[in-house]
């Protein structure tokens, strides 16, 4: 639903962090309840990751059925970069957030 973008499909939290060590995405969508690697573990995987190689870090929407931990609420309280997204997830709502994130990156890095 959004021209231009393309879409990586990780089964858990390890492959989302193989998958961007390739490709370095500028969004990723993660679930907080996943197998082998959870969305707190790979989010602060990804900060790691980050901060070692001096990457940009990726715009995280967190998804969840359950209450989100404290941890990933402070993570996206006052930052317009990450937000959470309470299932079940809407259609609209998930390419609305995607969207957002997307023109959040685009206003952090303008073409010269």
Not at 32 to 45: A, D, L, Q, Y
Not at 56 to 75: D, K, V, Y
Not at 97 to 102: G, Q, S
């Amino acid at each position: 639903d959004i021209p231009g973008v393309t879409v990586d499909c990780a089964a858990n939290g390890a492959e989302a962090i193989a998958s961007f060590h390739i490709k370095h995405h500028s969004v990723l969508i993660l679930d907080i309840s996943m197998p082998v690697m959870n969305g707190e573990e790979t989010f602060n995987e990804l900060k790691r990751i980050c901060r070692e190689k001096k990457w940009e870090m990726p715009a995280i929407i967190f998804c969840t059925g359950f209450t989100p931990p404290a941890s990933i609420m402070e993570a996206i309280s006052g930052d317009s970069q990450h937000c959470y997204l309470p299932k079940p997830v809407s259609r609209e709502s998930l390419v609305n957030a995607v969207r957002n994130r997307l023109e959040y990156y685009d206003l952090s890095h303008p073409k010269a």
